[in-house]
């Protein structure tokens, strides 16, 4: 069946970087889209960026564009998310989905990212 | 930025049906999914491309959309069905998604 299944939760210092893992199964990998997504506790969802996985086009949500990298492993059907300059309001929980410009049909379990010094 | 508008909460009695509603400027004109979240887990597709349902959601979900308004109707509404509910479209100007800030549907 199709599954993302993301890595563990991180705890992190501020000013550091956290990359988050997604690893997909059952469906081709190659030719899908994977976005990111991120809730803080109690708040909104907030997509952060999308990656075309056999191209490997990317596109960020401008808030942002200076601080993520969105990337992909088509070898290991993987993709990641990898934030920079880490800060207090970067603490949520790390989601990833399948899906191009339309839904999203299968999502990971989510990644807890804790930011704290 | 495209913004979308929904209502903070709905509450409603088992059995009835919930009507949560999602604004924004020529919704009509985009592809209008919505999506079910409860506590804890991460979210379910639950209607897409406006009124579509994935083949293991209920019929008792439906989407419509009318002027700037898309909607999600649950009918005969159950206790499991107490979450947050976010809609979500594609800016295709700025190539990025959109979400609402999500309902919480409350069953009484």
């Known amino acids: 069946q199709m599954q993302l299944v993301q890595s563990g939760p991180e705890v992190k210092k501020p000013g550091t970087s956290v990359k988050v893992s997604c690893k997909a199964s059952g469906f081709t990998f190659t030719s899908s889209a994977m976005q990111w997504v991120r809730q803080a506790r109690g708040q909104r969802l907030e997509w952060i960026g999308w990656i075309v996985v056999g191209s490997g086009n990317t596109n960020y949500a401008q808030k942002f564009q200076e601080r993520v990298t969105i990337t992909r492993d088509m070898s290991t059907s993987t993709a990641y998310m990898e934030l920079s300059s880490l800060r207090s309001e970067d603490t949520a929980v790390y989601y990833c989905?399948?899906?191009?410009?339309?839904?999203?049909?299968?999502w990971g379990q989510g990644t807890l990212v804790t930011v704290s010094s | 930025s495209y913004v979308l508008s929904q209502p903070p909460s709905v509450s409603v009695a088992p059995g009835q049906t919930a009507r949560l509603t999602c604004g924004g400027f020529?919704?009509?004109?985009?592809?209008v999914h919505w999506y079910q979240q409860k506590p804890g887990q991460a979210p379910v597709l639950v209607v897409f491309?406006?009124?579509d349902r994935p083949s293991e959601i209920p019929e008792r979900f439906s989407g419509s959309h009318s002027g700037n308004t898309a909607t999600l109707t649950i009918t005969w509404v159950e206790a499991g069905d107490e979450a947050d509910y976010y809609c979500q479209v594609w800016d295709s100007r700025s190539d990025l998604a959109v979400f609402g800030g999500g309902t919480k549907l409350s069953v009484l």
């Open positions: 989905a399948r899906g191009r410009r339309g839904a999203y049909d299968y």
């Open positions: 491309d406006d009124s």
């Open positions: 020529n919704i009509r004109g985009k592809s």
